[in-house]
């Protein structure tokens, strides 16, 4: 195994994919640069050169960041209920200020286009489950649905700021629930039905919801899953919950106290919108960390309005006519983008089930059947298509699919080569890369730019990404940590129940005052392009989905066998990632296969699946700082081949014998 961030990739001479100039000339992301020469003094489109044409609207849009936002919202049409003083009152990070004085509400905008008589009765919403028959919501059934599920939560006494959280698979309903939520001015917050009732618990019980929407069960890989003694267990250990709505996913009555979903969305009532201040907040996602409860992130009805509309539109090049799926769970800042759809006039498909059932093609075979423009999912599904010989061009109809997304880790340069050659040639690969801390991307997807292997097209407009060494130096065509200098709309505006605003700041501005230090190793060349080579932190990231280890020790520590344990995650060559856990067992226990098997329930039960190591291996120690902290970070740098004495400095470790473990297992493991 090698270092994931030892050496940068070399720039690949020839594109893997240019755009058809008559489709960069179409794209939104020309039309509104166009629009913005001629209104706002924004560098004009350059057909010959369409990558120094990007280049100069990506610097316009950091160097005069009000002006990039004020044009954008302008050319968006977005609807300020009183307008705003200024686009940016303080730059600051943390601490920006965008669009004081500014009200609006961002399900009005996401419900807009149900105002037009001629695409009422178009599907807003596609519905897919395991059987994969897509069921349509329209336009005016939604915007109906959370007109009475808006007007209900008023009458149980929600009001603007109080939370509203659900335990909800990817279906309808949860869209409609976020949706009837931001209407009345709440704060939606949301746990996929696979979290385990301690995983939900350590979410909900910090925001201390009002509402708690649930399901009974869900389907998963062809079975049914009951979660009935979850949801009773959060219903006793979320003492601030008013009421409880249940959704009878596999059918069954309410239990008692509940009330019925269909009851609550039956009428036929307008939605009523609350205008709330920029600001305000819109959801609350969780990132978890190495220590502690997982980080409440709070996020603006304004901020992701206005983000989410230039990634969906600009970045992504979605609106009417387009049908958007991306494969993702309600447990994952891609469903918050996914619902944005709604805000372009798209079509989006949801999807509740496995990833792969009945067979590893199964997202291939929603996309065929939805007629889906733009398909988003993991690069680890890319990946296992690969291994398990899909073939989506020739089993199935994606002529209507023009661009293929990734997300959640890097695509490896095998993966572009394996959607190139076995989806379609001619197929925009739209590799991206951001996060929950700000639920958008800091880099990725262009429709005018060349697509290269193993990289992503550039960074996103208005996110002034670089990359700095060690020193605070920005670097060109090395490796660096991913910094983005100036404010973006979606940042958090606050964690919750921090006060004095100190875990936030501990986050990300720690390293580095007044930027922000996202956690990644990444390279930005000289072509303006961006390559990922994953975390440089210990922060887990499986799937797409970033775990804290401190869930997985609190869990597994309380076994009697366990004195301490070291969960790590590791990038490997290929795109692979390795995430075993270490044990230090009592003094008697043995580590045989009974025991590793109650680890896993343990794991699978209290936090979910995902939290499943690849591995469990004994070890005769953890080491750790001589303040105590675990070395998750050497040790992961050691499973990638650094040597010992450039992963860390032994006289800052109370036993550095106990390295010399990891340092051998990475020489004798199997890649």
């Known amino acids: 195994m090698t270092a994931a961030h030892s050496t940068p990739q070399p720039p690949a001479p020839e594109a893997l994919w240019r755009p058809d100039p008559d489709r960069a000339a179409a794209a939104r992301i020309t039309r509104f640069q166009t629009w913005a020469a001629e209104h706002h003094g924004a560098p004009a489109v350059d057909p010959d050169d369409p990558e120094a044409g990007y280049r100069a609207l990506h610097r316009w849009s950091t160097q005069e960041l009000d002006t990039f936002w004020a044009a954008f919202a302008e050319w968006c049409e977005i609807r300020f209920s009183t307008p705003y003083d200024t686009v940016l009152a303080d730059a600051a990070m943390p601490g920006a200020r965008w669009f004081p004085g500014a009200t609006l509400n961002y399900a009005e905008h996401a419900l807009r286009t149900a105002e037009d008589p001629a695409r009422a009765d178009e599907p807003a919403l596609l519905h897919v489950d395991e059987r994969h028959e897509p069921t349509p919501v329209t336009w005016a059934e939604l915007r109906r649905q959370v007109g009475s599920l808006a007007a209900e939560l008023r ?230 298509c690969r291994k398990a010989e899909v073939h989506p061009a020739r089993d199935f109809d994606l002529s209507r699919v023009r661009c293929v997304a990734t997300t959640g880790s890097p695509l490896p340069p095998d993966g572009f080569r394996w959607i190139h050659d076995e989806v379609a040639a001619d197929m925009w690969i739209a590799s991206v890369s951001g996060g929950t801390d700000v639920c958008s991307c800091f880099a990725g997807a262009a429709p005018t730019l060349p697509v290269y292997t193993g990289e992503l097209q550039a960074p996103s407009l208005a996110v002034d990404l670089q990359a700095w060494d060690p020193a605070g130096k920005p670097v060109t065509d090395e490796v660096g940590e991913l910094i983005v200098t100036r404010p973006m709309p979606s940042m958090p505006v606050r964690f919750w129940n921090d006060p004095d605003g100190t875990r936030y700041r501990e986050s990300y501005f720690e390293m580095f005052p007044g930027v922000w230090r996202h956690g990644d190793w990444i390279t930005l060349t000289s072509r303006n392009t961006v390559v990922i080579h994953g975390r440089s932190d210990s922060t887990l990231n499986r799937q797409g989905v970033r775990m804290g280890s401190a869930d997985i020790y609190e869990v597994v520590e309380r076994l009697p066998e366990i004195r301490e344990s070291l969960i790590i995650g590791v990038e490997l060559d290929g795109g692979d990632y390795w995430m075993p856990l270490f044990v230090h067992l009592a003094e008697g226990a043995v580590l045989d296969d009974a025991l590793r098997e109650r680890i896993k329930r343990t794991l699978r039960e209290s936090l979910s699946p995902r939290h499943v190591p690849d591995e469990i291996i004994e070890i005769p120690g953890v080491p750790h700082t001589l303040t105590g902290k675990r070395l998750e970070v050497p040790v992961k740098r050691l499973l990638q081949g650094t040597p010992l004495e450039k992963a860390v400095n032994p006289g800052s470790v109370d036993n550095a014998d106990l390295l010399r473990f990891y340092e051998g297992l990475s020489r004798t493991r199997e890649p």
């Open 155 to 384: 009458r149980l006494g929600v009001r603007a700021g109080d939370r509203v959280s659900g335990y909800l698979p990817n279906t309808p309903e949860a869209a409609v629930a976020l949706l009837a939520t931001a209407a009345v001015g709440g704060v939606w917050t949301s746990c996929a039905p696979d979290f385990g009732a301690r995983s939900v618990l350590d979410r909900f019980q910090q925001v201390e919801p009002v509402v708690l929407f649930t399901v009974d069960g869900y389907r998963y890989g062809g079975k049914e899953r009951d979660r009935t003694e979850v949801v009773a267990e959060l219903r006793r250990e979320l003492p601030t919950v008013r009421a409880v709505v249940h959704v009878p996913l596999l059918g069954t009555p309410a239990p008692e106290g509940a009330y019925e979903w269909a009851e609550l969305t039956s009428a036929d009532v307008e939605p009523v919108f609350e205008k709330v201040p920029f600001d305000h907040p819109l959801w609350v996602l969780y990132s978890s960390g190495t220590t502690g409860l997982p980080k409440a992130i709070v996020q603006s009805q304004g901020g992701i309005l206005l983000e989410h509309l230039k990634q969906l539109l600009l970045h992504n090049d979605i609106g009417p006519g387009d049908r958007f799926f991306w494969y993702t769970s309600t447990g994952w800042m891609m469903w918050n983008l996914l619902v944005s759809g709604l805000l372009t006039g798209c079509t989006v498909v949801t999807y509740d089930g496995s990833p792969g059932h009945p067979d590893t093609a199964a997202q291939w075979r929603v996309a065929e059947r939805t007629g889906t423009t733009v398909f988003g999912t993991s690069a680890a599904y890319v990946m296992a």
